[in-house]
């Protein structure tokens, strides 16, 4: 059965427990301060100010989100802004051009708050892999490095030779790398996923 089949299907699983105040507060306090705000014009201070009047039931209305399965649209809706890459200000290429999506501050926290509880299921039912770095707290890019060192070294070491293959942003290979890698690819009969 395809995952697009398997989404409509009803879920059996017991209610997420409610988000405590607690839990709404770290988030909303994590905000930054100067961020720019979303469509609606609120800031994250304004969040702020608010949470702290009336803690229960901004509680109370994430709870309601989350118990109905409900993210509204207009949580939903960015403000895109088209900012220019520093360094490249002269430019005429359209590349130097970087967008931006300004999301509305209450869609902001809670998107954080169903990230943090996905996350803690997917640590708690051990579901996420061991070598998984990207997007994990307490992990970085450095973590992975050393752990492909540690992979490469003996082999090097023994005079061998390793093929590493690591795509981490497409643009920039395909614009001044991807036929080289292909070529390379090829005349090294790498295996034919490496080349598509």
């Not at 697009?4 to 930054?32: A, C, G, H, N, W």
């Not at 981490?168 to 009969?189: A, D, I, N, S």
């Amino acid at each position: 059965m395809t995952i697009r089949k398997q989404t409509k299907l009803p879920i059996y699983t017991t209610d997420d427990k409610e988000f405590t105040e607690e839990e709404v507060r770290q988030v909303i306090e994590s905000l930054q301060p100067k961020k720019a705000p979303g469509p609606n014009g609120i800031t994250n201070e304004i969040v702020k100010l608010v949470f702290k009047m009336i803690p229960i039931t901004m509680t109370a209305i994430y709870n309601a989100c989350l118990r109905t399965g409900c993210f509204t649209e207009n949580w939903k809706i960015a403000k895109i802004l088209s900012t220019v890459k520093s360094g490249r200000e002269n430019s005429a290429n359209m590349s130097k051009y970087r967008p931006i999506s300004l999301l509305n501050t209450e869609g902001k926290v809670l998107g954080k708050l169903l990230s943090k509880r996905i996350i803690n299921h997917l640590y708690k039912t051990e579901y996420l892999n061991e070598h998984q770095y990207g997007f994990t707290p307490q992990k970085s890019t450095v973590d992975a490095a050393m752990e492909a060192k540690q992979h490469i070294e003996p082999h090097l070491e023994r005079g061998g030779v390793v093929f590493w293959s690591v795509w981490m942003y497409m643009e920039p290979l395909t614009r001044h790398g991807g036929r080289r890698y292909y070529k390379g690819c090829v005349k090294q009969t790498a295996p034919e996923n490496f080349t598509t």
